[in-house]
């Protein structure tokens, strides 16, 4: 009995510490500062995809990604980075395939898909479409028109992937974005800031394997700031 009421003691304590911790975190959020050669793009991670975004931190943290290579450009499309040999390779060398010896489950959201500046899991043909544990790609895409993308939509029919809604559809008919990729690859963030720096990476010349041919080296920082202030120095709205 003295146990039990122990326990109903202490648990308005443990909640109210729990409180204390989440509290000022949920003011917060996470910037990832990505560096180039060609300047600096800010990315949110989203807090639908907790996996990919809880990883994404522990290996920026982890400076995982300094010194790494956008290894993939394909203009129009995407610029592909955050293979572990890239960090020592020869010039030219076929890139991809490094890892980190894990995967993380897909975590598909409608709400979330492949506009420009998306921030996406690169993977490989595994059934589940688990994503690559540090393998990534921005998206560059392209403004369609009614009859490109409806091709778009009869690709994605054939992928089984998700089919965009009519406001998503404005966005790829404006802003632009990748929509075949919708439902078969993990978006986990976004660009705010710098989209600009995509498209100069992704024109880069490259050789016969997309790989760009003079290296695009990258190095991320990442910092908890608050959300008003990423929202007056962004513009970027988080959800409620």
Partial sequence: MR?????????????????RNSGPRKKKDYLVSLNTGFGTMHLVLYDQTPKHKENFIKLVDQKFYDSLLFHRI???FMIQGGDPKSRKN???ELLGNGDVGY???AEFVPTLFHKKGALAAARDNN???ASSGCQFYIVEGRVWDEVG???QVERIKTLKGHIPTEEQ???YETIGGSPHLDGNYTVFGEVIDGLAIVDSVAKQPRNELDRPKRDVPMTM???????????KKYGYEFSK
């Fill in 221 to 231: 920082t990442g910092e908890w700031i608050k959300k008003r202030k990423i929202t």
């Fill in 3 to 19: 146990k039990t009421l122990l326990l109903f003691l202490l648990l308005p304590i443990i909640v109210a510490a729990q409180n």
């Fill in 169 to 171: 559809k404005r966005v």
């Fill in 127 to 129: 059934p589940e479409k």
């Fill in 90 to 92: 020869e010039d030219g």
């Fill in 74 to 76: 394909i203009p129009l």
């Fill in 149 to 151: 993308f409806q091709k």
């Fill in 103 to 105: 995967r993380i489950p």
